[in-house]
């Protein structure tokens, strides 16, 4: 199987085809789970793995968007072309910055499709993960595999094998992961780091095993961010954000949606009271 993890990508190089080409290379993996063919331990090692790819790559992505939003706010100089005679009329030529604006949105475009393709195949890993844990609990999965490893045992004899450095890899891995989900939130959200303190004293932000999380509600969690906002990026990428802390249809929950008796969280309040506490 030739999934992400095997190989870096640039924007351009994951087509409609090869994000169908991965889909059924994931649904063929699960297909093969449940008829105990290959454990569903090892199956959700390789998920683990192929979102941790996934989510690294979504990181590029934004920091080439915001690169990008960079790139535009530098002084533009106007490129005269001398070479040109006095009898030709150049008023109708386009200016080099109408030029630049024209290649900066088609760059911005192809970014932004990209997060969005990278971010709906990343929600699809989560979800099949949940889907693996489900077959791990069926009865029908547990006696084929039964059936399977005893077929092992016999044609290969028992063997044991020690995975203290594997595990060890794989704990590595996710605080590699953890420290560049934090690092990407500091670089997009520079309030984050004069807030980190004071979140992590009073109960609001901590680093898990699984990541970093967000002890309160997530109502107070997308008010939290929408209250920052981002310094270069012109949308706070919620999808992103949602996938660093375990959340769902973050953006929605930062939204009143119509819905004029929603009123700010308890939780956020609470935290606009310690961070005004001189």
Known sequence: MELMQNRRYKPDDISISYYN????QIESLIEVCKEGNISVHEAVKIIYDEM??????????YEMLENLEKEKQEPIN????????DYIDTSWYPSTEDLLNVGYEFRKNELEKAVEDMEKYHDSLVEIEGELAEILESKDYQKKRKENIKQQITTNGLQFTVKNNEEANEQTSKNNATDRALNF?????????????????????????????????????AEYFKSIKPTELKKI???????????????????????????TSVDFTEWQKIKNTP
């Open 21 to 24: 080409e991965l889909k059924l």
């Open 52 to 61: 941790s790819s996934s989510m690294d790559y979504i990181w590029t992505l």
């Open 78 to 85: 106007e490129i005269e072309n001398e070479s040109v005679p």
């Open 185 to 221: 939130l500091i670089t997009s959200f520079p309030q984050l780091s004069k807030d980190y303190k004071l979140l992590s004293e009073n109960g609001y932000l901590k680093i898990t095993d699984k990541g970093l999380r967000w002890l309160k509600t997530k109502q107070s969690l």
């Open 237 to 263: 990428p919620w999808t992103m954000i949602g996938n660093i802390f375990g959340e769902k249809d973050l953006k929605n929950s930062a939204s009143a949606n119509g819905n004029e008796f929603k009123g």
